[in-house]
């Protein structure tokens, strides 16, 4: 089944808009309109495997619709690049069960975005989970170290 394409996307924070809404709807056609129709799209949910290609991102989007709980993303320190025909979202996601009243999850993500004939889709989404520092720890302690990657 492949996305409708009728849905323009004028601009990338357009693009941005209508992912997040599709997100927190769990509307698969709609978060499938965001996406390029491409063998080369990627997608990185958060402690999830690279998903190579617009089935395979279909796919996982359609396993978090279906597992029910709908969740709330409210997108925070919003940093862009756009140039001519690529744009860079970096977000930090505050990700939450929709009625909880629990604090909400940081979640770090990228999107990208290119400009196609229609419009801007998204051809990137990689989210991780957030470190969230751990409150001070007493000074005659030696503090742990973080491993960090890269």
Not at 58 to 75: H, M
Not at 91 to 111: D, I, K, L, R
Request: proline share 8%; with cysteine.
């Amino acid at each position: 089944m492949k996305a409708k394409r009728a849905k323009l996307f004028p601009t990338p924070d357009d693009a941005s808009t209508a992912f997040y809404d599709a997100f927190e709807s769990a509307d698969l056609p709609a978060m499938m309109a965001v996406w390029a129709e491409s063998d080369s799209v990627v997608c990185i949910h958060p402690r999830g495997p690279r998903l190579v290609g617009f089935d395979a991102v279909r796919d996982s989007w359609a396993q978090i619709f279906a597992a029910g709980g709908r969740l709330r993303v409210a997108t925070t320190d919003v940093c862009t690049f756009e140039g001519p025909s690529i744009a860079v979202q970096t977000v930090v996601e505050m990700v939450s069960a929709q009625g909880s009243q629990e604090s909400p999850t940081p979640v770090c993500a990228t999107n990208v975005f290119e400009l196609t004939e229609g419009g801007w889709r998204l051809v990137i989404h990689h989210a991780s989970p957030m470190m969230v520092p751990e409150a001070a720890e007493p000074e005659d302690e030696e503090p742990a170290k973080a491993h960090v990657l890269h």
